[in-house]
């Protein structure tokens, strides 16, 4: 497994070719390239972080999953952890690191793509002149020949592939903060949920958590042992068995059915779902509405909705004196970087199960509710990863593109 970063170049960019290109190197992109690897595909896993399992690392300090470790295999290896633990997330990005190991994957880390663009094959012996990137990076045209290849530009390298599967993030990974923001006293200290780890970063006086999904209820109730905490947004609901009792333990495989064969785009409550999952909130999952009551936490289903002299404004009327804010608002895709008419307007990839119709050999994995609330979870990325390598190894013979020497 090569877990160093690609080497730098001086005035020639140096290109590879290759069957397939895995952006990500999460539990999707690692998924993805086992079953690439049982098929013998020729491919590479790309990915940002310096060190695999990092986009795991970087969460809150106290963060465990909400499905049993029993539920958290990727396919070939057991989470190695009690099947009725919930593990920490620095356990998560070890078992990802432990994974590509076992399975000798052939992981680039510190490797940022910075675009995906159409490159055909009557251009793909020009790649190693400097002269013609321009004209490869050119826009793509709105239909996708099958024959074609893809370029995936990283900067220092670039890779020419006849498919591309991207596996970027469940909910993206570019934090999702209300343009009012910037509108807030200097003095207020800001963080995303994504930058937030423990209280000891906040400074003193009040802390408005915006944000009641799961995230925002387990945040704001690790805070409010420290600091006076308010949390504001509407009611997501929550779920109505501990997390971790008894009674969920039993209820669980009962649970993962439900999720993997009735919440899923193969049933019509499955297909409306869909969308409410991608654009709303999901329930309290560890820290129900009684927790937060207990552990004095001021809960305000109004939405913060601006900005009033420097100070967040709730609702219509009521400002907020906070000396600390906790955006956990989310998270937005961000696929600008792919240079191919593939979103929808909702931002989304337009994309069956992770097969892109209009461009073929270009996969999605790893997405929220990508065939089934499942594809959200750990436990079910290794199907998704399995449906879309074999689309690919049926609908995509292996084909690598001939650069000159």
């Known amino acids: 497994m090569t877990t160093t970063p690609l080497p730098s170049t001086g005035a020639a960019v140096p290109t590879t070719s290759l069957d397939t290109v895995v952006i990500g190197a999460g ?46 295999a990727l ?5 190695p952890a009690e099947p009725d633990s919930f593990p920490g997330k620095d356990q998560v ?13 052939p992981v680039h880390t510190s490797t940022r793509v910075h675009r995906v663009t159409l490159l055909s094959k009557a251009t793909s012996s020009m790649l190693l002149s400097k002269a013609t990137s321009s004209m490869l990076l050119s826009k793509a045209t709105s239909s996708v020949p099958s024959d074609d290849q893809y370029l995936v530009d990283c900067g220092a390298v670039r890779f020419v592939a006849h498919n591309v599967v991207v596996a970027t993030g469940t909910f993206g990974r570019a934090p999702a903060v209300p343009e009012f923001a910037h509108e807030l006293d200097p003095s207020i200290l800001q963080l995303h949920s994504s930058e937030y780890h423990n209280p000891a970063q906040l400074q003193d006086g009040p802390v408005l ?58 049933t019509p409550i499955g297909r409306k779902l869909r969308r409410h999952e991608r654009l709303h909130g999901a329930p309290a999952l ?3 509405r009684a927790d937060l009551t207990a552990a004095g936490v001021e809960r ?51 994309e069956q199960r992770g097969v892109v119709a209009d461009a073929p050999g270009l996969y999605f994995v790893g997405l929220a509710f990508q065939s089934s609330f499942r594809s959200m979870l750990i436990g079910g990325a290794g199907a998704d990863a399995q449906f879309v390598v074999q689309h690919l190894v049926t609908h995509r013979p292996e084909q690598v593109a001939m650069l000159p020497a």
């Open 286 to 288: 560890r820290v129900k």
């Open 75 to 79: 396919p070939g290896m057991k989470f």
């Open 27 to 72: 539990q999707a992109g690692l998924a993805t390239g086992y079953h690439l690897a049982r098929k013998g595909r020729r491919f590479v896993i790309l990915d940002a972080n310096p060190s695999l399992g990092d986009n795991w690392r970087c969460h809150w300090d106290s963060l465990r999953l909400y499905s049993p470790a029993g539920r958290d």
């Open 300 to 350: 305000v289903t109004d939405r913060m909705t601006g900005v009033r002299g420097g100070r967040a404004l709730l609702g219509d009327d009521r400002i907020v004196d906070a000396t600390n804010i906790v955006w956990c608002t989310g998270f937005h895709q961000d696929y600008s970087w792919i240079d191919l008419p593939v979103l929808g307007e909702d931002g989304w990839p337009l």
């Open 209 to 266: 958590v915006v944000g009641a999904s799961h995230s925002g209820c387990d945040i704001a109730f690790e805070v409010a042992d420290t600091h006076r905490t308010i949390l504001c947004g509407r009611d997501t609901g929550q779920i109505p068995v501990p997390l971790e009792s008894r009674r969920m333990h039993a209820l669980f495989p009962v649970l993962w059915f439900v999720w993997g064969h009735v919440m899923s785009l193969r």
């Open 93 to 105: 990005a070890n078992y990802l690191e432990t994974y590509a190991e076992t399975f000798d994957l």
